[in-house]
């Protein structure tokens, strides 16, 4: 990609992500009320402007599993499910492509000759990319840091994005059951129900197997 050409996407992007910030008031629709009725006053078009409003989240700090939360209030555990993950792998796609095409070459240079565990996790990626991907994404799930990082390494995109689509399955299903849950819960005694406790206890122990059985993975040579 010519200078010129990564320069003008650079621009396009850092302006519309500042208007966005400027004109867009997320905090208010990181609620059950904002989001509603935002997505009420849309009609029809109420679930796109759902996914849109997930989808600007990966350009602003803020936890991404709140809107998966959200949209299973508002849609329901199946729908609120089917919407969530495709502005999931949107979001993440479009913040992959910005850096892949406009700092890719820049970071490779800045970073691979200095840190030898970063040389080591980009060779990873770009022979074992979906592997990685989606371990990553079990363990840091919709971080948009991590897409940026990714951008920047050597992991092919289609790898990128199917490893993301796997690494985030279990998160969201988890997201959508919880949020189902609590949703119908009647009482706080029912929180404290089996059928909500007994999930949490098993994403903790997941997530713990997944940090142990991580760190043991990435800290392997890559085959080539």
């Known amino acids: 990609m010519s200078r010129p050409l990564r320069a003008a996407l650079i621009a396009v992007a850092v302006a519309v992500l500042a208007v966005t910030v400027r004109h867009v008031d997320f905090g208010a629709y990181a609620s059950v009320a904002g989001m509603r009725a935002l997505v009420e006053a849309w ?37 609120g499910f089917v919407y969530a993950f495709l502005a999931a792998m949107i979001g993440t796609t479009v913040t992959f492509a910005i850096v892949r095409y406009t700092a890719q070459d820049y970071m490779q240079k800045a970073m691979r000759d200095r840190f030898a565990s970063l040389r080591a996790l980009d060779d990873r990626l770009e022979h074992q990319g979906v ?11 919709l971080s948009p840091p991590l897409n940026w990082a990714l951008g920047a390494s050597r992991v092919p995109m289609w790898r990128y994005m ?19 849950m609590i949703t119908e819960a009647g009482s706080t005694a029912d929180l404290l129900s089996p059928g909500i406790l007994l999930p949490v206890l098993g994403v903790v122990v997941f997530v713990g197997a997944g940090v142990v059985f991580g760190r043991r993975f990435l800290g392997r040579s890559p085959a080539k």
């Open 131 to 141: 592997r990685t991907v989606a371990l990553l994404r079990l363990l840091l799930f």
């Open 162 to 180: 199917l490893g993301t689509a796997l690494g985030i399955l279990p998160g969201l299903t988890m997201t959508s059951y919880l949020a189902d």
């Open 43 to 79: 009609g029809p078009f109420g679930p796109l402007v759902f996914i849109g409003v997930f989808v600007a989240g990966f350009f602003i700090p803020g936890p991404e599993i709140l809107f998966a939360a959200l949209g299973v209030v508002l849609f329901g555990p199946v729908a």
